[in-house]
T-cell receptor, first 115, second 115 residues
């Protein structure tokens, strides 16, 4: 069974600084997808970034980038120039086509941003 | 473009009562998902529909939970009878098609409290 682990229950960062959230996963599949979702207090899950496992290049979206280490089964999220609006729960998630694209989520990391 | 709509946003019931949640996906999205998110955990898939057919319901407690998507658009999730451990946020998500790992868009969720 696929599992996703986020070992940091809480992280804090100073506004304008950089923070990295960790995620590891376990799978025997070779073709899969990894995601980072943000969940603010309003509860609405918002996709931050996605990575296809077959792509060697790390995905980036503005201030958000990932470090995808396929052999180590590691998928960390780096947030640069942190803003107050980045404060939220962040969930790492995994999916693969043979499972109907269902998402398997990690337990989440609460990110606090200090002004 | 309208997002995924869910209602109600909050529901409080006594144990052994029945409750139903409604979801309206993004227009044109063939795939619809129901996730259960217990406080402090990541969401867990309950059931996945492709149009009006079930793709995966392996984690749906079928003795008390049921879901339908009769016309391939709106969906309802029902719990009958509810237990204390059903207290959670119920998230609905939709995507264009599950076979291409399309991005899942989430609704705001329904927070259920069972007393």
């Amino acid at each position: 069974a696929q599992t996703v682990t986020q070992s940091q229950p809480e992280m804090s960062v100073q506004e304008a600084e950089t923070v990295t959230l960790s995620c590891t996963y376990d799978t025997s599949e070779s073709d899969y997808y990894l995601f980072w979702y943000k969940q603010p207090p309003s509860r609405q899950m918002i996709l931050v970034i996605r990575q296809e496992a077959y792509k060697q290049q790390n995905a980036t979206e503005n201030r958000f980038s990932v470090n995808f280490q396929k052999a180590a089964k590691s998928f960390s999220l780096k947030i640069s120039d942190s803003q107050l609006g980045d404060a939220a729960m962040y969930f790492c998630a995994y999916s693969y086509n043979n499972a109907g694209n269902m998402l398997t989520f990690g337990g989440g990391t609460r990110l606090m941003v200090k002004p | 473009e309208a997002g995924v709509a869910q209602s109600p946003r909050y529901k409080i019931i006594e144990k052994r009562q029945s409750v139903a949640f409604w979801c309206n996906p993004i227009s044109g999205h063939a795939t619809l998902y129901w996730y259960q998110q217990i406080l402090g955990q990541g969401p867990k898939l309950l059931i996945q529909f492709q149009n009006n057919g079930v793709v995966d319901d392996s984690q749906l407690p079928k003795d008390r939970f049921s879901a339908e998507r009769l016309k391939g658009v709106d969906s309802t999730l029902k719990i009958q009878p509810a237990k204390l451990e059903d207290s959670a946020v119920y998230l609905c998500a939709s995507s264009l098609d599950w076979t291409r790992a399309d991005t899942q868009y989430f609704g705001p969720g329904t927070r259920l409290t069972v007393l």
